[in-house]
């Protein structure tokens, strides 16, 4: 056999020459070390920019205290403090924030009370920072509108034999904005400082801040998207000693789009290998495929005709103009058998249907038409009659039109089975249509013996309602059935079905679970016998005189329309349980 007369062969030949696509492992491998690389730059200059950060911090906070020491000596802010006069002290505190530069100066005396506030911002102290008895430098951070203000507390002591603390001296500065600028500058790096779940200072713009939230509390260098650009981000505490839910955190971070883009430049070449060698491969390719495009398009399009039209007589015959397609060929063999067997099994189906079905129609008509016949016909011949009574014609009258009425039922209920249903939806009471047809159901009969167990959760449910209870009174017609079955046999007892108060012949069950309405009818009837049961769906099956055997068969088509199911228990002698299952939303299951 020729290497090319084989589908699979030929196959083989086109993977061979896309072999050489082994460059995509070359690419593959170059493209991993590169971004391993440089992504292990990247995180060492990450932690660098953490250390400067934790540096200038350090410094920065032992700037302030120095300064706060420097001003907290001063003779002239001891006086103010000493007279415990906010209208002198006022003065001393805007004066010193201006020399400092502090964002915030506040001067507290005796039993911490507020002496001077300088700067204009508004935030309150934590309670450590009002202690006039503490001699202790005190150092914190509380959140802001502006950002983190960080605070460096110091005591104000009045010098002499028994030195005495006058109050506490508390400077102010923020890390907002325009210091995070500054350590952009000195690290290279996108700064957010935070507190908790808030960012309140950065680099990067408000619209994305809430995206850093995550990396606050985070442990190691993690990753965070901005804006369809990705960035690595590390957390680096402002305070010293164990970590703290409080705890105001820097954000170091630097893009990973950024500092990889040099590797697009290799990526781009390499691909540009790619792309070659795959056009040669695909140029070789498109030549052996050629081979195969004739063949399988002769038997797509035989196959799409047949999907089109049912046609199962198209053949398909292959003409090569190159070569014999062995695989081809085998292939449309087996289609054209295929659609030879198929077609037989169909007409042999058909065949048999027609005859099965034909044989239970002439049973029905047997059995349901020819009597009705007989009896129109002999109330016919009494009308006849020469000598006829008012009552004779009365009688011969009402059994007509009720043989009559019994005529286009039969006739209704083979056309319902054997045209499709179609059904029309709307928002419908289940537990009206239900009463409804227990009333038809016993139409003629007096009121029915059934009990109503309904939910009162119940939701209005998009259905049928015409068509479910067209199912409904089959059903509870069954049920009466039964139950007069039971009654009327010679050894009722006590399983005789006698409607009562306490023991109603036949009782209707709604629940609502889970989106789902559940019907059940229960009757204590005569029930259905095993062997009957797997046929009590199968038309024309029936085990009473006057049944045509298609009521189950048409619920069952209704309810499996409706998007439901249906399923009957029965124990002979006990009665015969029979539940529906609808959904909630009956337009959608149906659509």
Same mark, same amino acid.
């Given at each position: 056999m020729r290497i090319a007369s084989s589908l699979r062969n030929r196959v083989f030949v086109a993977c061979t020459l896309l072999a050489m696509l082994s460059l995509g492992f070359a690419f593959y491998f170059v493209d991993e070390r590169a971004s391993a690389a440089a992504e292990a730059e990247l995180q060492r200059g990450l932690v660098e920019a953490g250390s400067l950060v934790d540096r200038h911090a350090a410094t920065r906070t032992d700037q302030f205290t120095r300064l706060a020491r420097v001003v907290a000596d001063l003779p002239k802010l001891k006086a103010a403090v000493e007279t415990a006069d906010p209208p002198t002290v006022q003065p001393i505190a805007d004066e010193y924030r201006t020399e400092i530069n502090a964002d915030l100066l506040v001067l507290t005396g005796r039993r911490g009370l507020v002496l001077g506030r300088a700067g204009g911002v508004v935030a309150a102290l934590p309670g450590a920072f009002h202690d006039d008895e503490s001699a202790e430098e005190i150092a914190g951070f509380t959140p802001h509108g502006r950002g983190v203000l960080q605070l460096v507390s110091v005591p104000i002591v009045l010098e002499g034999p028994l030195p005495a603390i006058l109050g506490r001296l508390t400077v102010g500065f923020f890390l907002d904005d325009r210091l995070a600028a500054e350590f952009? !500058?000195?690290?290279?790096?996108?700064?957010?400082?935070?507190?908790?779940?808030?960012? @309140?200072?950065?680099? &990067?713009?408000?619209? /994305?801040?809430?995206?850093? *939230?995550?990396?606050?509390?985070?442990?190691?260098?993690?990753?965070?998207?901005?804006?369809?650009?990705?960035? =690595?981000?590390?957390?680096?505490? @402002?305070?010293?000693?164990?970590?703290?839910?409080?705890?105001? *955190?820097?954000?170091? =971070?630097?893009?990973?789009?950024?500092? &990889? %883009?040099?590797?697009?430049?290799?990526?781009?070449?390499?691909?540009?290998?790619? *792309? /070659?060698?795959?056009?040669?491969?695909?140029?070789?390719?498109?030549?052996?495929?050629?081979?195969? !495009?004739?063949? @399988?398009?002769?038997?797509?399009?035989?196959?799409?005709? *047949?999907?089109?039209?049912?046609?199962?007589?198209? +053949?398909?015959?292959? +003409?090569?103009?190159?070569w014999d397609d062995e695989d081809a060929r085998l292939l449309a063999a087996a289609f054209n058998t295929l659609t030879d067997s198929i !077609?037989?099994?169909?007409?042999?189906?058909? %065949? +048999?249907?027609?005859?099965?079905?034909?044989?239970?129609?002439?049973?029905?008509?047997?059995?349901?038409?020819?009597?009705?016949?007989?009896?129109?016909r002999a109330s016919l011949a009494m009308l006849r009659g020469e000598r006829l009574t008012a009552s004779e014609l009365g009688e011969a009258v009402a059994d007509i039109d009720e043989e009559t009425t019994r005529l286009n039922r039969i006739v209704t209920e083979v056309l319902d089975f054997a045209r499709p249903i179609r059904f029309e939806f709307a928002e419908a009471d289940l537990h009206e249509i239900c009463r409804a047809s227990a009333a038809a159901a016993w139409t003629g009969a007096g009121p029915p013996p059934v009990a109503f167990d309904l939910d009162p959760a119940m939701p209005p449910f998009v259905t049928d309602g015409e068509r479910l209870r067209t199912a409904l009174v089959n059903l509870l017609a069954n049920a009466r059935h039964a139950v007069r079955a039971v009654a009327a046999s010679p050894g009722a007892g006590r399983g005789a079905a006698v409607a009562t108060i306490d023991e109603p012949a036949v009782r209707v069950q709604t629940r609502f679970q889970s989106g789902r309405a559940l019907i059940s009818i229960r009757d204590s009837g005569i029930g259905i016998a095993p062997e009957d049961m797997p046929h009590i769906f199968d038309p024309y099956f029936t085990t009473r005189r006057a049944g045509t055997g298609l009521g189950l068969p048409i619920t069952k088509n209704i309810i499996e329309g409706l998007g439901g199911t249906l399923a009957v228990s029965s124990r002979v002698g006990e009665g015969t349980d029979i539940r529906i299952d609808l959904p909630q939303r009956t337009a959608d299951a149906h659509a």
């Open positions: 952009k !500058t000195l690290t290279g790096s996108e700064i957010a400082f935070g507190i908790g779940d808030r960012i @309140l200072a950065s680099t &990067l713009p408000a619209a /994305v801040r809430p995206l850093l *939230v995550p990396a606050i509390g985070a442990s190691r260098i993690v990753p965070v998207t901005l804006d369809d650009e990705d960035y =690595l981000a590390l957390a680096r505490p @402002l305070l010293a000693g164990p970590d703290r839910a409080d705890a105001p *955190v820097a954000l170091i =971070l630097r893009s990973r789009t950024e500092q &990889l %883009q040099f590797l697009t430049t290799i990526r781009t070449g390499l691909a540009g290998i790619l *792309v /070659v060698t795959l056009l040669l491969a695909t140029i070789l390719s498109y030549g052996v495929a050629l081979t195969t !495009t004739r063949p @399988l398009a002769a038997i797509t399009t035989a196959m799409r005709d *047949v999907a089109a039209t049912g046609d199962l007589s198209r +053949k398909v015959t292959l +003409k090569s103009r190159t !077609t037989r099994f169909q007409r042999e189906a058909a %065949q +048999k249907d027609r005859l099965s079905s034909l044989g239970r129609l002439s049973t029905v008509i047997a059995h349901e038409i020819r009597n009705p016949l007989m009896i129109i």
